[in-house]
């Protein structure tokens, strides 16, 4: 059996990095300092730049979320006709932007 020498992580320490990283996708390391080492809330462009993370991370999630019944019917159906459907609505879309422009 090989022994990596990994180092343990308290829990406290593993809870600590998580809230890190969470923090670090929304907020910059200079307004995480504005808000909560001089607890200055009302820092315009920290919020600015909070909101517009934020927003992203809100949109991207949502188009993930919206994926989750299609697979789940993909998965109970055990086939991809779901994905042709999907496929066709997508392209249709396109093509009739596509000839709107022209």
């Known amino acids: 059996m090989l022994n990596y020498n990994l180092p343990r992580f308290s829990t406290?320490?593993?809870?600590v990095k998580i809230r890190q990283y969470v923090f670090s996708i929304v907020l910059c390391q200079q307004c995480f300092d504005?808000?909560?080492?001089?607890?200055?809330?009302?820092d315009v462009p920290c919020f600015k730049s909070s909101l517009s993370k934020a927003l992203g991370v809100g949109i991207i999630a949502?188009?993930?979320l919206v994926k989750v019944p299609q697979i789940l019917k993909i998965l109970n159906n055990k086939s991809g006709e779901v994905l042709l459907v999907s496929f066709?609505?997508?392209h249709g879309?396109?093509?009739?932007?596509?000839?709107f422009k022209q």
Do not use: D, T
């Not at 406290?12 to 809870?15: H, I, K, M």
């Not at 879309?93 to 000839?99: G, I, K, N, R, T």
């Open 12 to 15: 406290r320490l593993s809870q």
């Open 93 to 99: 879309a396109m093509v009739h932007s596509w000839e």
């Open 88 to 90: 066709r609505s997508v």
């Open 62 to 64: 949502g188009s993930l």
């Open 34 to 42: 504005e808000y909560f080492v001089k607890f200055n809330f009302f």
